[in-house]
């Protein structure tokens, strides 16, 4: 007999007094994702929420082209698009009351301007330049989060101090299928479920984490899945459905709000570009896979529904690219616009108290400067 199988056949019976501390049935995901679109749940939405959905994601796609092409032309760093995400983009954004937090990833700056951010701010970060380039309390949105899933402890922790103050608050965080790999994802859904804090976690599944697919990071039968563990409800849903995503995380909100602790929510949907503009996804995925999910658009799945209705016509079609075209034009002629940078920012809202070594720096930085300055001076007189 193997190793494997003694401990087979091992099977303790429990104590008689034994009994879960939660009935995980009521905590299982669907298994399949919950959809609106094209189903006689679209009947019930309401047409000025899709509307505004699709307004806001006809927005978002043009805001994800624009941005790739400043990438292309310099005037960016990096820029992580979220096309064929857009969905799961607005429709967190839009769930949120206005003293409700935002946690977004490095992936998420448009759900940050679908929350009402200046989407140069937004892209701030992205340029290279200043610190995160907004300020996150007037705007309740956390600073965008490089590391993955690093955010999702700082959302149950505001979440949890806002409950103990008495504070109406919830807090979305945004993480992708990559960040629920990381131990921070586990830390965070753990003391979110213990403390019950208010806070709704969407996992955007867009199939991969940079080249690495799903099926290499996790054998759960789903990401929502991962919730019953926890002692969480788990929800799946079609993340390129607007309206599923904004009726599932609004179930989700409204929970939280009341006291009925987290939800984790997985959005199935699909990353149409690269990872960024320095990965070459033709390595690790086929054209034709793309190409599927193309057929699947968030946009087009809107449009359809709307149009079937009769509650946008070509005069509603033509006004949202307008708007989203108006839009791109203010955001390239403020980003191709130089901006003027002081090096003594550098130091500028790092520590309340400076501490030693920074106020060091700070002095030989001021003293290098004003050297140069009269290096200058002195050569130009």
């Known amino acids: 007999m193997t ?167 919830v807090a979305l965080a945004l993480v992708g299928d990559g960040g629920t790999s990381e131990g921070d994802f586990h830390e965070a859904l753990n003391f979110a479920a213990v403390w019950q804090a208010p806070v709704v976690f969407l996992v955007q599944n867009n199939g991969f984490a940079i080249s690495v697919p799903l099926a290499k990071q996790t054998a759960a039968p789903s990401l929502a899945h991962k919730a019953v563990g926890y002692g969480m409800p788990g929800r799946l849903v079609d993340g390129n459905d607007a309206a599923a995503v904004h009726a599932v995380l609004s179930d989700a909100v409204a929970h939280a709000r009341a006291g009925g602790g987290p939800t984790l929510v997985e959005a199935v949907t699909y990353r149409i570009d690269a990872h960024t503009n320095a990965d070459d996804a033709t390595r690790y995925r086929p054209d034709a896979e793309v190409e599927t999910w193309r057929a699947h658009d968030p946009i087009a799945l809107l449009e359809h529904e709307l149009t079937e209705r009769g509650l946008i016509d070509e005069d509603g079609i033509r006004a949202a690219r307008d708007a989203a075209e108006a839009m791109a034009a203010d955001l390239r002629e403020r980003m191709n616009q130089d901006p003027v940078l002081d090096p003594m920012d550098l130091f500028a809202h790092v520590y309340a108290e400076p501490t030693p070594q920074l106020r060091e720096q700070q002095d030989r930085l001021r003293a290098e400067l004003e050297a140069g300055a009269e290096s200058d001076a002195e050569g130009t007189g």
């Open 3 to 169: 190793v494997m199988e003694q401990r087979g056949a091992y099977r303790p019976t429990p104590p008689p007094a034994w009994q879960p501390r939660t009935d995980p049935a009521p905590l299982l995901p669907d298994t399949r994702p919950y959809r609106v679109l094209g189903t006689e749940a679209a009947a019930e939405a309401d047409p000025a929420l899709l509307r505004r959905l699709y307004a806001e994601l006809v927005r978002g796609r043009r805001y994800n082209a624009q941005a790739t092409a400043l990438t292309k032309q310099g005037r960016l760093a990096v820029y992580p698009a979220s096309t064929g995400q857009e969905a799961c983009e607005v429709a967190a954004a839009l769930v949120l009351e206005e003293r409700d937090w935002l946690f977004p990833s490095y992936r998420d700056t448009l759900a940050a301007v679908a929350r009402g951010l200046d989407p140069v701010q937004a892209l701030t970060l992205l340029r290279g330049d200043w610190h995160t380039g907004y300020d996150p309390h007037e705007h309740r949105v956390a600073p965008l989060c490089t590391p993955l899933a690093t955010q999702l402890p700082h959302a149950v922790g505001l979440a949890h101090a806002a409950r103990l103050k008495g504070d109406d608050v």
